[in-house]
């Protein structure tokens, strides 16, 4: 789950954000795997208006995790995701 969140958050940055630099953090914090992907363009992302981050969230909260949205106009857009980790 971790690639498919990464990899379609990367996948509309491409697509949408005109950015020109990308950030990609993975941590483990106890139990949940945290997942920040941060980008520095337009901003304005809305799910309703696709299905990539859509797809995203349905995924994630299949699996009981979290997805917080933050991408104000004007950017940056920044996609937090936490899942459950095994040990």
Do not use: Q
């Not at 483990?28 to 995203?56: F, H, K, M, P, Q």
């Not at 917080?68 to 995701?81: F, R």
């Amino acid at each position: 789950m971790a690639y498919f969140t990464i990899a379609e958050a990367l996948t509309n940055v491409a697509k949408h954000s005109r950015a020109t630099r990308t950030t990609v953090r993975v941590a483990r914090e106890g139990d949940r795997l945290s997942i920040e992907v941060t980008d520095d363009g337009v901003g304005g992302a809305d799910e309703t208006l696709g299905t990539g981050i859509a797809g995203i969230r349905h995924r994630v909260l299949a699996l009981d995790g979290t997805v917080h949205i933050h991408s104000p106009s004007g950017g940056p857009t920044t996609i937090t995701v936490r899942l459950a980790c095994g040990s």
